[in-house]
């Protein structure tokens, strides 16, 4: 779009309340002014809605004096991805988690059918969390790309992500689509887990169960070990299932399922860079977020003297996702009580969720 005509189309929006600065098209951008006396900062915000809602973003600086709107894009242009790709990822990665559950945890076509279709689930669930609210705040995302792999991953799959190619309104909508997904896929967990739990055998029966793939161990010496969390111990212990040890999860796919959707919530909820827990965590505090981004990262650095497993994790984060937050459209829109309620609640969902040595050797 042509600058004259992207100042059309936000002059209809804007209307007298806001003048253009025709001296900022010679720097390739559009800019439109308005005295602080003149305009109320929630007739700008107001503004700001409309444009989004008309499929332009604007970024709003604030000075002594005035509003600066700065019209930087046009929603309707951004390119669309070709779709067939998504489902191509879907389909190799239910492929792949039934093929590695097959493959490692017995040789059961109905196990591995479990499995799949419960873990499938819950990265689906997360993933379109994040789609529906980016969709409802007029930021454009792709759909899920799951990303398979037999084999190398004991659970046949690197997860999924969605890319946001539009940019970020304001702290709100950052807040909605950071919250969402871990939100969506948490909830699938608790139920996946729930029926899991639900349907384990008693302790004769796990014993007798776990004997038809390898000879049972009291003990289990020398066996890899998923590892516990505080949430996932409470279901172990309400539902009447510490008989299952944690070195024979893996043999149960909905609970297995469940404990790697609780593992993926953890991850996700981290308080760090562009992170789920980052942009929640930015959207509740702001700048002041890189100093919680910096504290959770050293704990983690840290966390490398107990369990190795972070190790690849805490350079990822360094050098790949980073630990600072980039701002918004908007910053200066704040969140209300019910989103900063939730904020805190997810904080306290990852602690619970949080295992510190995800896999080790008994």
């Not at 669309?80 to 790709?85: D, L, N, T």
């Not at 789920?276 to 959770?296: E, F, K, N, P, T």
């Amino acid at each position: 779009m042509k600058i004259n005509e992207l100042i059309s189309r936000a002059q209809e929006v804007i209307g007298d309340r806001m003048q253009p600065d025709y001296f900022s098209q010679f720097y390739g951008t559009v800019i439109f002014r308005q005295d602080i006396s003149r305009i109320s900062r929630e007739e700008v915000e107001s503004i700001i809605r409309k444009l989004i809602a008309n499929g332009i973003y604007a970024q709003l600086q604030i000075t002594s004096r005035e509003y600066l709107l700065r019209v930087i894009a046009e929603y309707s242009r951004v390119k669309r991805e070709k779709r067939y790709i998504n489902l191509i990822l879907f389909i190799l990665t239910f492929f792949t988690t039934g093929f590695t559950a097959s493959f490692l945890y017995g040789m059961d076509l109905n196990y591995s059918i479990q499995y799949a279709v419960s873990l499938l689930l819950i990265l689906t669930a997360h993933e379109m969390g994040h789609y529906y609210y980016a969709f409802r705040h007029k930021i454009y995302a792709t759909l899920p790309y799951f990303l398979p792999l037999p084999l190398f991953s004991p659970i046949g799959t690197l997860g999924a992500f969605i890319r946001m190619k539009s940019p970020i309104p304001d702290k709100r909508a950052l807040f909605d689509v950071g919250i969402a997904g871990p939100i969506a896929g948490f909830i699938i967990s608790l139920i996946v887990l729930g029926i899991g739990f639900a349907r384990l055998p008693d302790a004769e029966g796990v014993r007798a169960y776990i004997t038809q793939i390898h000879p049972w161990s009291a003990t289990g010496e020398g066996a890899l070990t998923v590892g516990n969390s505080i949430l996932f111990e409470f279901f172990r212990t309400t539902m009447h299932a510490t008989h299952l040890p944690m070195y024979e999860i893996y043999h149960f796919p909905l609970i297995f399922a469940g404990w790697i959707g609780l593992f993926v919530t953890a991850l996700n909820l981290m308080p760090i860079g562009q992170l789920d827990g980052g942009h929640i965590s930015y959207a509740l505090l702001g700048r002041q977020a890189r100093y919680v981004a910096l504290g959770a990262f050293i704990a983690l650095a840290a966390l490398n003297f107990y369990s190795t497993n972070w190790l690849l994790w805490t350079i990822l984060l360094l050098f790949v996702i980073r630990l600072k937050h980039p701002p918004t459209m908007n910053d200066q829109i704040r969140l209300d009580s019910s989103r900063q309620t939730l904020g805190w609640i997810s904080f306290l969902v990852f602690i619970t969720c949080f295992p510190p040595a995800p896999l080790y050797f008994s």
